[in-house]
């Protein structure tokens, strides 16, 4: 998952590259003259399209390493839901009454419900947010990034994380989600297709996978590793179930990494590069899936690699890195010579507490962007490239 939220919105229709196919954009730009980033919120970047997707992820990561985020970051994070239980990606003035202009999003609103209950304490906030969810729920079973656009794999598979973390049944959410999986036998078989295109034909999404694999599993962004045997294989053909669907996806994320370890993207018109964030959230699926071994070699690589990026990036990429640390059974706090914890706390508000109890000191960082906001916004956009983002990247953050 992913970084998936850009202050350019780069999102496609075709997935978030995995949340996220186009790479993470770099949080290192500062905030528009019109925005004031708020003392709660983690980055320093301007948050207008993804403060609520990397506020979630950073408190989720926090939670994850056994950090208990400052007071002030989590009343941020629940000032921004609306009255209607819905989030939009960031309001500058929570004080105004959000009205029918208000730009919410089924991203935004299932991140921070996985967040705030993640964090315990907050059923009401969770329970507004899950009935809103409900309500823009499309006729196919699936979720769109905004109420009433199509169904697509990233957004479904979100907010099936934030029902299952809810207490919430998603069974028929997960039957809309395995449509869009593509059959084993054809081309891009076990992957999963961000939407279908217009003649509705499906296309394997790497991002789209990687999402597809934890909402097949009825797990959120913080899902925990599982072991199991044997080396994933795609299996069955038609339509699987949903957690053979996810099998299938972990064996296609498998084979995109079996070569380099990592996966590519690449904007409309530029060169393809690694994406960081779009392998942290296949590290994840795959681990979450049962195949840490699978997921160990593209692990080492971001251990490697990923330390430049997430500088660079902000709060939502040391967020997705600590995610995919978490499952895969690593240790965040050395993660190829960086504590990713302390890093990430540095970008905001002083936890009130670290896991050894103490106060870290802040420092300022970039904001960073999410995989799955590049392609969710891309897709608000009507940007169509082949999907959003790393990341759930994006990327992200």
């Not at 296309?203 to 990687?210: E, H, L, Q, S, V």
Request: with cysteine; net charge positive.
């Amino acid at each position: 998952m992913n970084i998936r939220r850009s202050a350019a919105l780069v999102g496609a229709t075709v997935v978030i590259g995995a949340v996220c196919a186009p790479a993470a954009v770099a949080d290192s730009a500062s905030p528009s003259p019109k925005v004031v980033v708020p003392s709660g919120l983690y980055g320093t970047s301007d948050p207008t399209y993804d403060g609520v997707w990397r506020q979630s992820l950073s408190l989720l990561a926090q939670d994850t390493a056994g950090v208990k985020p400052a007071a002030k970051a989590v009343d941020w994070l629940t000032g921004q839901q609306c009255a209607n239980g819905g989030f939009a990606a960031f309001r500058a003035d929570p004080g105004k009454a959000c009205d029918a202009k208000t730009p919410l999003d089924s991203n935004s609103t299932a991140a921070a419900v996985q967040a705030l209950a993640a964090l315990g304490g907050h059923d009401a906030e969770v329970g507004k947010a899950v009935t809103w969810l409900k309500s823009v729920q499309v006729k196919g079973g699936g979720w769109g990034y905004t109420p009433g656009g199509a169904a697509d794999a990233n957004s479904t598979s979100v907010v099936i994380g934030a029902l299952a973390a809810a207490g919430e049944k998603v069974t028929s959410a997960q039957d809309a989600l395995v449509k869009l999986s593509i059959p084993c036998g054809e081309d891009g078989g076990g992957a999963f297709a961000y939407q279908p295109d217009k003649k509705g034909k499906l296309a394997a999404n790497a991002d789209a996978t990687a999402a597809g694999v934890l909402g097949g599993l009825g797990k959120g962004l913080a899902a925990d590793g599982t072991k199991q045997a044997g080396k994933p294989a795609c299996k069955g053909s038609g339509t699987p179930g949903a957690a053979q669907a996810a099998q299938n996806g972990a064996a296609y994320l498998t084979q995109a990494l079996a070569k380099d370890h990592h996966l590519m993207s690449a904007m409309p018109g530029a060169k393809a590069q690694p994406d960081f964030g779009n392998t942290a959230d296949a590290v994840t699926a795959l681990a979450a899936s049962g195949h840490p071994d699978q997921a160990a070699p593209a692990l080492g690589w971001l251990e490697k690699n990923s330390s430049k990026w997430a500088e660079q990036s902000g709060p939502a990429a040391y967020a997705q890195l600590i995610l995919a640390a978490h499952a895969a059974g690593a240790d965040p706090r050395d993660f190829g010579g960086t504590d990713l914890v302390k890093s990430l706390n540095a970008t905001g508000p002083a936890p009130a507490t670290t896991q050894a109890g103490k106060k870290d000191e802040k420092k300022k960082e970039g904001g960073g962007i999410s995989p799955w906001y590049i392609v969710a916004v891309a897709a608000v956009a009507g940007i169509g490239i082949g999907f959003l983002f790393s990341g759930r990247k994006k990327q992200q953050l």
